[in-house]
DNA sequence: CCGTATCCAACAGGATACTG
DNA sequence: CAGTATCCTGTTGGATACGG
């Protein structure tokens, strides 16, 4: 198994790397990480997960209000799934007019960690990234040109 | 701030919360997760590292046929979105035939390492998640059970 | 209050054909 | 070899109206 070496930045991948993505057989190249990325990689859970990370319990149109910009239909879609995958907990008072608690799960709460990590991630090379958008519409403007 | 705590898993998330997602403005609420997620949340740019990452550069037609199932077009339209974010650097030698070789820089290595911290999450619960999806599966059927 | 049902626009991405 | 260009379909998610 090989290993890549990059400016000194040494990854030793192989045994992590199958694991987590084995492309090399069509049956058995499932990979977790996409169906993770499948389930959150949508417009609406990871702001669903950080607000529900931030107290310990809310109700539907508590959330709604926190998350702005989500529709009605769009909440209740991203809590089944949430709950589906067992990272939401939804709590059902009967009564009238109706009472609904979601709380994050420990698996949510395990989920919001690195959730945070990748936050972090995102947030101390959002800079690096921009300044690379911009690099690169400045060359392909400046291909643009020469092509006239 | 408020602190969450749920089965002794006391996360405090005050500090970081305002980093990572600041939900109170309209126009302050930029979240780089959502950010980041938009790019790589994609259906094939999470392969696409991964395998750049099993080598220290690759041609076009080698990571197509390592990333099975991939087209032409969505191997160009990722590679150039990769590149577009400073994660990926493309080089062309000048020859004929062409040839292009790609490689993570070293930002994409840092993201890599952040996709395989999430990978071993994945992987690690992954059979809860399992779990729970059956579990809801059965709640709903019975649900519908009751209501024939 | 907390949804569901329906309709619809926008977009992601696959198939195919063509090019320097 | 390494792409573009074009077309076309399935899915995501927004708007709206209605229901227990």
């Given at each position: 198994m090989e290993r890549t070496n990059i400016d000194?930045?040494?990854?030793?991948?192989?045994?992590k790397f199958e694991i987590i993505y084995n492309p090399s057989s069509e049956f058995k190249g499932y990979c977790p990480i996409r169906d993770i990325l499948d389930r959150f990689?949508?417009?609406?859970?990871?702001?669903?997960?950080?607000?529900?990370?931030?107290?310990?319990?809310?109700?539907?149109?508590e959330l709604k209000s926190k998350i702005s910009?989500?529709?009605?239909?769009?909440?209740?879609?991203?809590?089944?799934s949430l709950e589906q995958d067992g990272l939401v907990e939804r709590t059902i008072y009967?009564?009238?007019?109706?009472?609904?608690?979601y709380r994050l799960t420990s698996l949510g709460f395990s989920l919001l960690e690195q959730m945070v990590n990748l936050g972090e991630w995102a947030s101390t090379h959002m800079d690096e990234i921009i300044k690379a958008r911009e690099c690169f519409a400045t060359k392909t403007n400046s291909q643009l040109i020469q092509s006239n």
């Open positions: 000194n930045q040494t990854i030793d991948l192989g045994k990689g949508d417009k609406w859970s990871i702001y669903t997960i950080l607000q529900l990370g931030q107290t310990d319990k809310m109700r539907f149109n910009g989500i529709s009605q239909r769009m909440l209740t879609v991203t809590l089944r009967p009564q009238i007019p109706p009472r609904v608690e």
